[in-house]
């Protein structure tokens, strides 16, 4: 079966579903390029709204072509369980202290699930997953430029670079991470020239990734690795596992560990003072409660805003039911998309990726994870 990244033609949505395939390629492109130095959060709020704004157009002009053509709308398998955690998770704001620190998180969230649908529509899915590895590979490309000759185009934290278009070199090596197992899928399938490409575009990433030198990117792409050969897609996993040793030749434990195992064991405490939770993205206004122990263990004075746990501060903003859920949500999303495609497995190490990163950092609290992570639901899931 041979693949290329623009196979298959407009299907259900005719051509509506070329522009929405033509429009959201360039929305998962473009947006990681968005930044803005008038914003506190320079990275969140603009690709917040550029995300956001494009979603709403893409489904609109989707929407009335498929309409036009007389097709229906088909919910991707796994849909249901995200749907029902992503509405919940705004149920929380009912009691949260601050309500409307947490609603741009949901409606972001929301925003996402609408991705989601729309990926699981489109035929031409080849085009999302390899313009996802593209991205990727453009974020590593641009982290390269700008440590060997200088690029000054793009806003970076100091210390903390090449930053890429993500101002600290953590973030954008989590994103690098999580973007570049789908391309295993046109190294295996696509035709020569396609995999030549995309073998290309891994040197770059694989030369950012050991620049940056993220942790969390190394387990990241691990875990991808390992869900790959429990797939049995053993060529892949080799693959993986020979890159991930070479970046591990580097690795050393973090300098922060106690500060985050502090931060966990905090978070954990909010999680059980509050079963209900605090609402989402209210983790940093109760916080403060919980910091003294982490100024006593390690001298950490700084405002903390996350538990460096996406997992951990979703319990302590969503409760216990919330937790319920999203163990619910990871078992049905899984079932559901097992062995759905071909596509299948290259999304889900992805996907994999992404949770093993979100275990030791917060990458879901940032705009580009969640409305990567839910294309490649829709990728997998249909």
Request: hydrophobic residues 55%; contains cysteine.
């Amino acid at each position: 079966m041979a693949a290329s990244i623009s196979s298959a033609a407009p299907g259900r949505g005719g051509d509506g579903e070329l522009i929405a395939v033509v429009a959201f390629c360039a929305l998962i492109i473009g947006a990681p390029l968005v930044l803005s130095a008038r914003y506190y959060d320079f990275t969140v709020a603009p690709r917040e709204a550029v995300l956001q704004i494009g979603t709403a157009a893409i489904m609109i002009i989707w929407l009335v072509g498929l309409i036009a053509k007389g097709g229906r709308v088909l919910f991707p398998a796994g849909f249901n369980y995200v749907l029902v955690l992503v509405l919940f998770s705004g149920v929380t704001l009912l009691w949260a202290v601050n309500p409307w620190e947490g609603f741009p998180r949901w409606l972001h969230w929301a925003v996402a699930v609408a991705a989601l649908v729309i990926v699981g529509n489109l035929q031409s899915k080849g085009a999302v997953l390899g313009t996802i590895f593209a991205s990727g590979v453009l974020v590593a490309l641009i982290g390269l430029l700008q440590y060997y000759v200088g690029l000054d185009w793009f806003l970076q934290i100091p210390g903390v670079e090449p930053a890429s278009t993500f101002g600290n070199k953590g973030f954008a090596g989590h994103y690098v991470a999580f973007t570049i197992p789908v391309g295993l899928y046109f190294v295996r399938w696509g035709q020569w020239r396609v995999a030549a490409l995309m073998i290309g575009g891994y040197v770059v990433a694989g030369r950012y990734l050991l620049l940056a030198d993220v942790n969390a990117a190394y387990l990241g792409l691990g875990g991808a690795a390992i869900w790959l050969l429990i797939y049995r897609r053993r060529w892949a996993a080799v693959a993986l596992v020979l890159g991930a040793g070479v970046v591990f030749y580097w690795f050393h434990p973090p300098n922060e560990l106690p500060a985050r195992l502090e931060l966990w064991r905090n978070g954990a405490r909010m999680a059980i003072d509050h079963p209900e939770g605090v609402g989402l993205k209210n983790y940093k206004i109760i916080y403060p409660a919980y910091h003294k122990d982490l100024i006593i263990q390690t001298g950490m004075h700084t405002q903390v805003e996350y538990a460096h746990n996406d997992f951990i501060q979703f319990w302590a903003e969503a409760g216990f039911t919330g937790v319920a859920l999203l163990i619910m949500a990871i078992i049905g999303v899984r079932r559901a998309i097992w062995r759905k495609n071909p596509m299948s497995p290259y999304a889900v190490a992805s996907l994999v990726c992404m949770a093993v990163i979100a275990g030791l950092s917060f990458p879901m609290n940032f705009p580009m994870s969640p409305f990567i992570g839910a294309s490649l639901v829709g990728v997998a899931g249909s």
